[in-house]
């Protein structure tokens, strides 16, 4: 296969068929990322091939997403020292060889463990791709290109949620894995071909300094033994001796963090980085929305097909609604960032979060199918507006050569949202669901919990929106 050229043009106005190409490796690899969503489509199948219950088939979904984040920062720093072309190719490769390994797996444990393997290639993925996409556009366009990373996203979160459906009920839980072979192997063609060693990443200030391998290890074990020590407390109690000791930990991985990044020659996370108010902005801001939005993927899914009694088909269909509309309104908002500034864009995202979670929170079992269609499409735009305006006022704020480092943080904030919901909210709505079985069905107990935790939803939302009204400021400014 021909070497990548050494060199491309970049943050030119100029299109030409290696910027396209350039821009397709980064869209592709936006779009595996994303295509995970399809494995909350076949989490009922999972339950049932295991003989388990929803709470031990969440595990599927904090494993890989702990260690996604506690990679994301590693990999964003690791790119910024090596190049973005190494990581986004390693990345790949990682999540070709797992997609295997998972579709064959025989039992629940094997396949939470082949999850920390995926997490590795999509925490790769994550942390190169929109810095890849932010070398293809010129610097005026910068809220357009992240507009074009958000649909890239949202487009894997369509075709994954459209084909999830139909090849779970035809081919059971594990085509949501071997269907994505194809794909990553597509990716990483475009790749190899594609993206130069000279884009953005191994060229900047961070040249010639040595990985900081001890920070990176902390940022893991750190969110480890916060993330499974909290899911672990809802399973199992929170007397127990592991998540005591887990839990107990944190802190102190938290205080060696600290300390080694002080002396670090190049920290994972330099502390000018984090000291700048857009960057502080963009993640608090990308950690709430995925904190509010992520009842959607792992509590829904069983409103869907339990309480409504409809089929996983109906499930992908639905988040397929949600997608489509993050994919027609990505672009539209990033453009809107460059005419009208991050403000403005990404405060009214988030309260059209806010709104659609709301209005879910009024359904219940006899709610007809355009109710959870509608409001789930109200979510899907509102996300699609306030991701690009993040990313914008990220991206905006950091210097090109820390691009890997910005977009780990973002999928840092990202990941650590997602996680935090399903351990805080999942505990909260099983505390609920207990509280309410006491003097009512199961199924309408269900219902009340259901309610309670969108409202959860919602309210964490409007604060994302406040956060954002009240911090951002325009790029450059």
Do not use: K
Request: charged share 10%; aromatic share 10%; hydrophobic share 55%.
């Amino acid at each position: 296969m021909a070497a990548a050229p050494e060199s491309t043009p970049v943050n030119s106005a100029r299109v030409t068929w290696r910027t396209i190409a350039l821009a397709s490796a980064a869209a592709l690899g936006m779009v595996l990322a994303s295509l995970d969503f399809s494995v909350n489509v076949g989490l009922p199948a999972m339950r049932d091939a295991f003989g388990t219950d929803p709470a031990a088939v969440q595990w599927v979904i904090v494993v890989f997403i702990a260690t996604r984040a506690g990679l994301a920062l590693g990999a964003g720093a690791f790119a910024d020292r090596f190049g973005l072309r190494m990581v986004y190719l390693v990345g790949t490769v990682t999540y070709l060889v797992s997609m295997v390994c998972l579709s064959l797996s025989p039992t629940l444990e094997t396949l939470v463990g082949f999850r920390v393997l995926q997490a590795l290639g999509t925490g790769c993925l994550y942390s190169t791709a929109p810095a890849i996409a932010a070398a293809v556009f010129p610097e005026h366009r910068r809220g357009l290109s992240m507009g074009f990373t958000s649909a890239s996203l949202a487009s894997g979160m369509v075709m994954s949620t459209l084909a999830a459906g139909p090849l779970v009920q035809l081919f059971d839980w594990p085509s949501v894995f071997w269907g994505r072979i194809p794909l990553a192997a597509l990716a990483l063609g475009m790749g190899l071909l594609a993206i130069p060693r000279s884009v953005n990443g191994g060229s900047g200030s961070t040249s010639g300094q040595r990985f900081d391998v001890a920070g990176a290890a902390l940022v893991l074990s750190l969110l480890w033994c916060l993330m499974i020590g909290l899911r672990l407390g809802q399973a199992i109690g929170w007397t127990s001796v592991v998540v005591l000791a887990l839990l107990s930990a944190a802190p102190v991985a938290l205080a060696a963090l600290v300390w080694v990044e002080r002396r670090a020659e190049s920290p994972v996370l330099p502390g000018g980085l984090a000291r700048l108010g857009g960057f502080q902005t963009a993640t608090g801001a990308m950690f709430l929305g995925h904190f509010s939005q992520f009842v959607l993927w792992f509590i829904f899914p069983f409103y869907i097909t339990d309480s409504l009694d409809r089929s996983p088909v109906v499930l992908g269909v639905l988040f397929a609604v949600m997608s489509t509309c993050n994919i027609l309104s990505s672009p539209v908002g990033g453009w809107l960032c460059d005419r009208w500034g991050v403000r403005p864009v990404g405060t009214v995202g988030l309260g059209l979060t806010a709104t659609g979670l709301l209005v879910m929170s009024g359904m219940d079992g006899a709610s007809p199918i355009w109710h959870p269609a509608g409001a789930i499409a109200i979510v899907g735009l509102g996300v699609g507006w306030f991701q690009s305006a993040a990313y914008a006022l990220m991206l905006g704020s950091v210097p090109s050569e820390r691009f890997g480092t910005a977009s780990g943080a973002m999928s840092l904030a990202q990941a650590s949202g997602t996680v935090l919901c399903v351990a805080i909210v999942g505990a909260i709505f099983a505390g609920l669901s207990d509280h309410y079985e006491v003097s009512r069905p199961a199924g309408e107990a269900f219902l009340l919990a259901y309610r309670d935790v969108f409202r959860i939803g919602a309210v964490t939302a409007a604060l994302g929106a406040l956060w954002f009204g009240l911090r951002a400021r325009q790029p450059g400014r």
